[in-house]
């Protein structure tokens, strides 16, 4: 419980450091040597994929397995903060809150151009053709989605089994990050990786949903509409996961995200999420930032609670 707790504070005080060293690039380098291996040995690329992904995903358990095991048996107190570590490089609050109030501070000075080229760094979308309230709404999608799989998830799994579990998480979501797009190197290569991503992310993004909602409630936000929209577009999406958060979030600020949207120069036509009752605003991004604190809080409650059941068990 106090690494799990280190964990989180750790995230609010730092947030993601950029640094050569985190464990995710480490995760991503490991992925990339693997990927050259597989790609040589076996023929079919959908068996490669699996194999890379199963090797990242062993090597990433294994190695996170021995380093808490070997640093509570220096000492308690060295364990918990090693641990602790670890959690903290799972968990992506602030740096989803900072990396999404980058992009609004140069669009608040008058920047759109400078505003498009900070959120290219974050979204797969093509930006050069965002007007403002595009630009805003791509970053609410992104806190509101990434909610699941920055926060929530994370928490989940470092509550169900700790460091090693949490950082297998991560391995998890890397891999799809990496290697799950729908192109012609990676269709088939990054079928599993995908697939397996999907899974992992299956029950932290349909509680992710339901904390948007007792968010909203508790921050004055119209919970009710959150609810019916969640109930009612949280499939509006082609990944069966992503719109379970962001449908809670456009009922909640009663506006429309999704559509369509340009990628490499092509327009590509998603569903809708949300009833479009306000055009979408600066302040809007900011009342998503509420949220994702409160629902980081609240997450971190369930997995607390999680740990105590556990540990009566």
Not at 169 to 188: E, P
Not at 222 to 250: C, F, L, Q
Request: with cysteine.
């Amino acid at each position: 419980m106090l690494s799990y707790t280190i964990g989180l504070v750790l995230d609010f005080i730092i947030g993601d450091p950029n640094n050569p060293f985190h464990p995710v690039r480490i995760i991503g380098s490991l992925g990339i040597k693997l990927e050259n291996i597989t790609r040589r040995v076996f023929k079919n690329l959908k068996i490669s994929g699996f194999v890379t992904w199963l090797g990242v995903i062993l090597i990433t358990f294994l190695v996170n397995s021995l380093i808490v095991r070997l640093a509570f048996s220096i000492s308690n107190i060295f364990g918990i903060i090693i641990e602790g570590i670890l959690l903290y490089f799972c968990i992506s609050s602030k740096g989803l809150k900072v990396e999404g109030l980058k992009v609004i501070k140069v669009l608040e000075s008058g920047d759109i151009e400078g505003a498009r080229k900070q959120l290219s760094y974050i979204v797969g979308r093509d930006t050069k053709v965002l007007d403002e309230e595009g630009i805003i709404r791509a970053v609410i999608e992104t806190v509101a989605e990434n909610t699941s799989d920055g926060i929530i998830a994370p928490l989940l799994f470092g509550a169900l089994g700790g460091a090693p579990l949490a950082m297998t998480y991560k391995a998890v979501n890397t891999c799809d990050s990496m290697f799950g797009y729908k192109n012609d190197k990676y269709i088939d290569f990054g079928f599993v990786p995908a697939k397996m991503d999907d899974l992992f992310n299956y029950i932290p993004a349909r509680i992710t949903g339901y904390l948007v909602i007792f968010a909203a409630f508790i921050l004055g936000l119209d919970y009710k509409n959150s609810y019916r929209i969640y109930k009612r577009d949280r499939y509006n999406h082609t990944s069966p996961n992503s719109a379970h958060p962001e449908s809670a979030v456009a009922g909640a600020l009663g506006i429309r995200l999704g559509g369509a949207n340009y990628y490499f120069g092509k327009i590509v036509e998603k569903p809708t999420i949300g009833d479009k009752n306000k055009v979408i605003e600066i302040s809007d991004l900011y009342k998503t930032n509420n949220i994702l604190l409160v629902v980081t809080l609240l997450g971190f409650s369930v997995g607390l609670i999680i740990i105590v059941l556990g540990g009566l068990i």
